[in-house]
């Protein structure tokens, strides 16, 4: 069984794209405001978005199934207000699963978080509970930039966030820190934006005290953890240098990264420096980078083939590929039973 | 002969700090307005501050010169006004040049710039050309983001950072793109804004045509340029489907990395993926990471050594311990051959 941890809904109809365009010129003149029963999406169209990218892809690749979670870059979570972001964010969280329900093999579901620059974390823990015990989500997204590229909520760290960490440990499902769209424009979205949140989640536990406080909260880092691999002694030294303990312990029981790294040598490096245990087999296609890489010939997010061709033993591809998502991830086996 | 082209004044007499924090006092209380006279640092200050520190690492981990440049963090572009700032770059510029007064064989100099958010960058050109053209220096540090995380300047790749490389262009020098301290909580200094800003500097320039329109300008990207080497994949696969010329093209003739990479997995990445003749020597000691590695017995920032045991030709060594810091710094050579 291969299970990719990293696909986002990035193919959605259209449909869905002329309702957010909607809701964004309903914030200037609410006349245009669209109402949400406007939004008929019909089953094919469904099918029809994902038969041709991610289920194609799953096919031609050789995964099975894919944690699937609403688009990251239109998350948006500065455009509007709290209540702007709870409608985006249930729409497309029931769109989720209504792809979840055609395709209960291959799908399963992460939420949105119906963040808002300003606003207590605490308000999206309603939607997590409703994802998870109502629609069968298994984890959610969390924005630690809700603000967009401005940065302007406090670190993960700080007790802000203490009530959806909470909510997360209670419902034992793990929440990936993922970053949306960026309204700096210093930065490019998902060429840095993605990146630099990654690497400064992960200094932010360095500097903190997090898993002593949640000691069972499980948060992945996407997109290979960001600069962390590659920078592993500076991250050692910096944690060394500043008295706190050892990564293994300070950080590494609780934090895992995927592998969206889009390079044999980046792969190589993320396995050769982090625990077998911490890595989930990623992709996040179809996403933030869709040609085909001249120097191999083959797609650059298809990073199957990169595991696969790594030096890693069977068993540890295994529970890359599989039996690391089953620990983080308490809730997937029990919706894998029950699509058969 | 072995440069090492990433050196900052970390160890500057604490007098110098004195000074600093009555500046910032003053900013309050005028009255606290300290004299530039007041700050006397004598030449035998400056030999200890350094004998015990870079010269004895020098000598220990078989370096010879330092392309030495005033503390990053401690730029602090944030505070104050542009006034504050040209007051603290000349000092610190000033303070630079008597070190390699002192030792000039030992060290060539960089400066800070008096950079402040707001303030148009042309106004740095005349630091800049002071140091260059009266103090002997061979390259200048440029921060991207002088708000000290908040990000509030335009790109680097935008016109208006352009009539300070018109001035680097004329005078024939390089800068390296260097953040100072960040005065976002988010972002711990070394850890995280560093790391990010040498990754958003990348995406910049594959976004922009910089290097179009300044066809000889030259800019290091330190800290072995961000998470870029690790994600190399990923920017190829982004410049391809933005419809760049390929990287190779685009801005690897005019941008170099350095090796501030502290462990061995991460500087055999770096040497497989970026090519020979965009690396630049550097270890940033004494810096970010004062430690040792426990795993080796030495030095996090004794980059030196993973150079040494990479697989790279003797040839190629050479070329990223010396020969490519000619071509990026092209008054290195005369500096070195003034210091006999």
């Known amino acids: 069984m291969i299970i990719d941890c990293h696909g986002h809904y990035t193919t959605a109809p259209a449909d ?14 609410p006349a245009q405001t669209p109402s949400r029963a406007s939004l008929r999406i019909g089953d094919d169209q469904i099918r029809d978005s ?13 995964s099975d199934v894919t944690i699937f979670s609403p688009r990251a ?8 207000t709290e209540a702007t972001s709870l409608e985006w964010s249930q729409i497309n969280n029931d769109l989720i699963a209504r792809v979840v329900g055609l395709y209960p093999k291959n799908f399963v579901g992460v939420c949105m978080l119906p963040q808002s620059p300003g606003v207590a974390p605490a308000n999206s ?45 209670e419902l034992d499902v793990p929440a990936m820190v993922h970053v949306s769209s960026s309204c700096n424009p210093n930065f490019h979205a998902t060429g840095a934006h993605y990146i630099n949140a990654d690497t400064t989640a992960f200094m932010q536990f360095i500097q903190g005290d997090l898993f002593k406080d949640f000691p069972t909260l499980r948060l992945i880092i996407p997109h290979g953890g960001g600069a962390v691999p590659y920078h592993w002694g500076r991250y050692r030294g910096l944690a060394q240098d500043m008295k706190r303990p050892p990564l293994a312990e300070h950080v590494m029981k609780n934090v895992y990264f995927d592998t969206c790294v889009y390079h044999q040598p980046g792969i190589d490096l993320l396995l050769k ?28 997010d298809d990073t199957k083939r990169y595991i696969d061709s790594s030096a890693l033993s069977a068993q540890d591809k295994t529970r890359i590929f599989e039996t690391n998502a089953y620990r983080v991830y308490p809730r997937l086996k029990a919706r894998l039973a029950a699509a058969g």
Chains 1, 2 share one sequence.
């Open 125 to 169: 823990a309603r939607e997590l509970e409703r994802c998870v015990e109502e629609l069968g989500f298994i984890g959610a997204n969390l924005n630690p930039d809700p603000s967009g590229g401005h940065w302007t909520s406090p670190p993960l760290t700080d007790r802000h966030w203490y009530p959806l960490y909470e909510k997360l440990v």
């Open 73 to 80: 870059s239109t998350m948006a979570h500065h455009i509007g």
């Open 50 to 62: 994902l038969e041709k990218a991610q289920l194609k892809l799953q096919r031609e690749r050789g």
């Open 273 to 300: 420096v982090i625990a077998v245990e911490n890595i989930l087999f990623g992709s996040e296609m179809v996403g933030a980078v869709r040609g085909i890489d001249p120097t191999t010939g083959q797609y650059y």
């Open 16 to 29: 869905l794209t002329t309702f957010r365009e909607a809701q964004i010129a309903a914030l200037k003149d």
